[in-house]
């Protein structure tokens, strides 16, 4: 198993996990997840459920999560519902998303590692600040 | 013996991954397939279990399918029960069909189920 994998965990579509998940790296939900997690990323697809107190780097959100939330980054799609507590540094939401909680931002979180955020993106969806910087020529440095 | 489910028959989706690193403690129950390379404290439920060489598990197991080729020390109730090389197993095993592979170790109470067609025709 890759050392990518050796940190990951799926629960696929129609799993439902209850209890404790230690030393997990990354998450992706299909079904049903009643834990608290303290992780890198965390996605939670359509058909996904998380119930629990989360700290992560970046969670993208596409189902349904409820408790508290703490993340650095949060990219909340079109289909997710949200409901609890959430602080970050950084969110990005789609048209769409079902909101019902309480949302701080908070300055101070560290910044991301930045693989594992940048990772969680397709490349054509890539969020600005997550790209790499480009270095500006002569003619940039004019402007 | 152990018939692992076609990909065509079962999408990434479906599938529970635990990885190697990884600790669980609870219940995991799943319709489909659950692969575990990490270490679980608890019961699984599901259709079809594969425990890897680096998996372990503490608890109860019922399962159509079981592989073990890690560490298991509690209950599996299998209806196609198969233990690998590397496996090793305390604990009692209920099965229809059984297969254990020279090398593994097992310690414990074996009790095998009657299929439903053999119980049909008693």
Not at chain 1, 116 to 130: G, I, K
Not at chain 2, 2 to 28: P, R
Request: net charge positive; proline share 2%.
């Amino acid at each position: 198993m890759s050392q990518v994998l050796a940190k990951k965990s799926i629960f696929g579509t129609g799993a439902v996990f209850r209890g404790k998940i230690s030393k997990v790296g990354a998450v992706d939900i299909h079904g049903k997840v009643y834990a608290d997690l303290e992780l890198d990323k965390l996605v939670i697809k359509k058909s996904g459920t998380l119930e629990g107190n989360v700290r992560v780097g970046l969670g993208v959100m596409a189902g349904r999560f409820k408790g508290k939330l703490h993340a650095h980054s949060i990219w909340v799609m079109k289909s997710s519902v949200l409901l609890g507590e959430i602080e970050y540094a950084s969110l990005q939401m789609d048209r769409g998303a079902a909101l019902n909680c309480r949302i701080k931002h908070n300055w101070e979180t560290p910044s991301p590692s930045g693989s594992a955020a940048r990772d969680a993106y397709p490349a054509d969806m890539m969020p600005a600040e997550l790209l790499p910087q480009k270095e500006t020529g002569k003619d940039g440095d004019k402007l | 013996m152990f018939k692992a489910q076609k990909t065509s028959d079962i999408s990434v989706q479906e599938v529970a991954l635990i990885g190697s690193d990884i600790k669980t403690e609870g219940s995991i129950e799943s319709p489909a397939a659950i692969h575990l390379a990490g270490t679980h404290l608890g019961d699984i439920t599901c259709k079809s279990l594969i425990i890897e060489m680096t998996g372990s598990v503490t608890g109860k197991i019922k399962a159509v399918d079981v592989r073990v080729s890690g560490m298991v020390v509690g209950e599996i109730s299998a209806d196609n029960l198969q233990i690998t090389k590397s496996g090793r197993i305390d604990g009692s095993l209920s099965y229809q069909r059984i297969e254990i592979e020279d090398g593994a170790t097992v310690e414990g109470q074996f009790l095998q189920k009657k299929s439903s067609a053999s119980a049909a025709k008693e």
